[in-house]
């Protein structure tokens, strides 16, 4: 208890930017530690949608006797909306979870390195960009690490930790012992597109996809054939509506581009899907509608 407490005093406040369904939930399993976070998004509005997700999951965790109402709204205070980057001057940690593009991940870490101080760590939940260009935004590449949580966050164990090739041993280790305190488990891997995660789990859902686009068989048979022929919980199609069909194209142009190798090209299909803004769950609308 007393070693928690001293990790929590080296890294006590922590900003997560990007509200979706990975910064919220991040945002979550950091209030519920007991870390102070500010949760950054381009609207207030985004900041609601984000809150509203931590509200709902709470509450059923206070439905099912975890928790009582009074330490939901504990773990609430702990959570602060910020809708300015330099909210940044005044902590420890940064994860940043907005939109997977290398574009926009470096402007957002070359602006926190100007406002955030000398000590702040700077992490990224990116699925598959290299950490090594982020951190090439920065002028502390020592202190830029990939910190890659998985879908819905508070349910999912691993955090694969990223070292960029400046990464300082010291700063990955403040990660490995911080990811612990979430209630996680970190596994380490290098520097390479898609890390391991999504080196080989999105290859999968892209041939999923090619499999529906050659007709071989309905959606609803190649997700049965998954999971009750492999013993997955969700079939490939429906786990990337869950991940969110821009965010898989966005993972398999990183290993197209990255590799250069044309295994990894990126099935037409599901360019298509995200061109009429059908993402998956979070629009609605993906290989299946939801409500
Ligand atoms: N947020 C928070 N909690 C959730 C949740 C969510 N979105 N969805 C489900 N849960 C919780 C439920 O409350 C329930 O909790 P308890 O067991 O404590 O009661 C538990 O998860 C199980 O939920 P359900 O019984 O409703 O449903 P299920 O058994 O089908 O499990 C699931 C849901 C955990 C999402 C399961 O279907 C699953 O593991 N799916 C695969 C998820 C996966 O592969 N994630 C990785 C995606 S890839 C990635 O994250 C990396 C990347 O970069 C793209
Ligand atoms: P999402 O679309 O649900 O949320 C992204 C959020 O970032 C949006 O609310 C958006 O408004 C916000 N945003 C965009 N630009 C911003 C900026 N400049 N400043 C602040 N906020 C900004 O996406 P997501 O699924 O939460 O994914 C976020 C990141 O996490 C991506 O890098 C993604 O690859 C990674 N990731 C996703 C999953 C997954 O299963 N969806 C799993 C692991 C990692």
Redesign the pocket.
């Not at 939940?125 to 598959?128: K, M, R």
């Not at 890659?148 to 999912?156: A, E, I, K, S, T």
């Given at each position: 208890m007393r070693e928690r407490k001293r990790r929590k005093v080296m890294m006590e406040k922590v900003m997560v930017i990007g509200a979706g369904?990975?910064g919220s939930?991040i945002a979550?399993v950091c209030a519920q530690a007991g870390y102070h976070v500010l949760l950054n998004d381009l609207k207030e509005d985004f900041i609601e949608r984000g809150l509203g997700?931590i509200n709902k999951?709470l509450s059923?965790?206070v439905e099912?006797g975890?928790m009582n109402e009074e330490q939901k709204d504990q773990v609430l205070s702990n959570i602060t909306a910020s809708t300015t980057l330099n909210d940044a001057s005044n902590v420890d940690i940064v994860i940043e979870a907005a939109v997977?593009n290398m574009k926009v991940k470096t402007n957002i870490f070359a602006e926190l390195d100007k406002i955030a101080p000398q000590h702040t760590i700077l992490a990224s939940?990116?699925?598959?960009l290299p950490i090594t260009e982020i951190a090439a935004a920065t002028n502390r590449p020592d202190q830029v690490i990939g910190m890659?949580?998985?879908?819905?966050?508070?349910?999912?164990k691993l955090v694969e930790i990223i070292r960029g090739l400046a990464t300082a041993d010291e700063v990955y280790k403040k990660i490995e012992e911080m990811t612990k305190t979430l209630n996680k488990i970190p596994v380490e891997v290098n520097d390479f597109p898609g890390f391991v995660?999504?080196r080989v789990?999105?290859p999968m859902i892209n041939e999923a996809i090619y499999t529906l686009y050659e007709g071989v068989a309905s959606k609803e048979a190649i997700d049965e054939v998954m999971k009750l022929g492999m013993n997955?919980?969700?079939g490939p199609l429906t786990?990337a509506d869950?991940?969110?069909l821009d965010?898989?194209l966005y993972?398999m142009e990183t290993l197209h581009e990255g590799f250069g190798d044309d295994k990894y090209r990126p099935c037409p299909l599901l360019r298509k899907y995200v061109k009429a803004g059908w993402l998956g769950r979070k629009a609605g609308r993906g290989f299946y509608e939801y409500n």
């Open positions: 369904q990975m939930g979550q997700i999951n059923r965790q099912k975890r997977e939940n990116t699925s598959s890659h949580f998985m879908n819905p966050v508070p349910v999912m995660s999504n789990l999105m997955h919980p969700m786990l869950f991940i969110g965010t898989c993972i």
